[in-house]
């Protein structure tokens, strides 16, 4: 399951890239609940939580229907 989440997210990251930011997987828990870091112009961002929600977890469920939810890892 994790590789099949970085391939997925290897896809939303060119777009993180050209506004300054990125995104690093650092789990997928057991209940296929996925945990990120935003990086660099992204861990800032006052928008980050609509990125991770409406851009990030999107595209993840739309590509891996299993997935519950996407978090910010702590």
Request: with cysteine.
């Amino acid at each position: 399951m994790k590789d099949k989440v970085q391939k997925a997210l290897d896809k939303v990251r060119p777009s993180l890239q050209a506004d300054g930011g990125d995104v690093e997987l650092v789990e997928v828990t057991a209940d296929n609940v996925v945990k990120v870091r935003l990086k660099g112009a992204c861990a800032g961002c006052p928008m980050s939580q609509m990125t991770l929600k409406n851009g990030i977890e999107k595209f993840l469920k739309k590509e891996i229907p299993e997935i519950k939810s996407v978090e910010a890892a702590k």
